[in-house]
């Protein structure tokens, strides 16, 4: 199984604070009896809306305050060029996080458009330039290498991808990356969120114990449920 534990007071403290605010704006969904189907493909009995926080200014500067001294002291003060938002969730905290971090910013295309230049970068790209890329979330994360990919076939280097969000619970995720020589960073993931929701009532028992039986397993509770299960 595939999580990072929070290696410092510092991380415990993000996580907890950005699972919070996201159950606070309502952004989390509990619903183990009929479970959502992800864009990846999995059944889940939990969904996390992390595009609601553009609706909140004041919590989503906390976030993006907390991303940039994540990352900062993850990868380093002076580790990027530019920061490049994936379409079309990812395009609004790359321009919060590249105002943040005082760099350039692109956002990047799912795939070339029909017209014109046919380009999926837009913004000012060239040869070399260190770019972060940063989205949403990330379930098991092999989105972010089409993202990637694109960022490299048009000339930059992309080593580091950034998600407010991270499942935390589907397998290799994070090493499937490594492989394609990608580190990625986050904020907080279900274990979190859990956790503060039963802390603060946020949802009834029944729907926490049904989530915490799909972290228990979550192949084979989306397996069972009508999704991936490989």
């Known amino acids: 199984m595939s999580t990072i534990p929070a290696s410092s007071a510092h991380c415990s403290y993000a996580a907890k604070t950005v699972a919070r605010i996201l159950l606070d704006i309502g952004a989390v969904n509990f619903r183990p009896e009929d479970p959502y189907i992800l864009t990846s493909g999995w059944a889940s009995p939990t969904y996390i809306d992390c595009r609601k926080l553009i609706s909140f200014p004041r919590a989503r500067r906390k976030v993006i305050e907390l991303a940039a001294r994540q990352i900062s002291d993850a990868a380093g003060y002076e580790a990027f060029d530019a920061v490049a938002g994936g379409e079309t969730a990812g395009i609004p905290y790359s321009a919060w996080l590249a105002d943040a971090l005082d760099l350039p910013m692109q956002y990047v295309r799912k795939k070339p458009k029909g017209f014109g230049r046919k380009a ?31 960022i490299r076939e048009a000339g930059g280097e992309c080593k580091h991808a950034f998600v407010v969000f991270f499942y935390g619970v589907f397998p290799n995720a994070l090493e499937n990356l490594k492989k394609d020589d990608i580190e990625m960073h986050y904020l907080c993931t279900w274990h979190d969120v ?16 049904g989530v915490r039986d799909f972290l228990a397993d979550p192949i084979g509770w989306s397996k069972a449920h009508g999704g991936k299960h490989d």
Not at 125 to 150: C, M, P, W, Y
Not at 194 to 209: E, K, M, P, R
């Open 120 to 150: 999926r970068i837009e913004g000012d790209i060239h040869e070399g330039q260190r770019v972060l890329l940063v989205e949403d979330l990330a379930t098991d994360g092999a989105s972010k290498v089409n993202f990637v990919n694109a």
């Open 194 to 209: 859990l956790d503060v929701a039963q802390q603060g009532g946020y949802f009834s028992d029944a729907a926490v114990n």
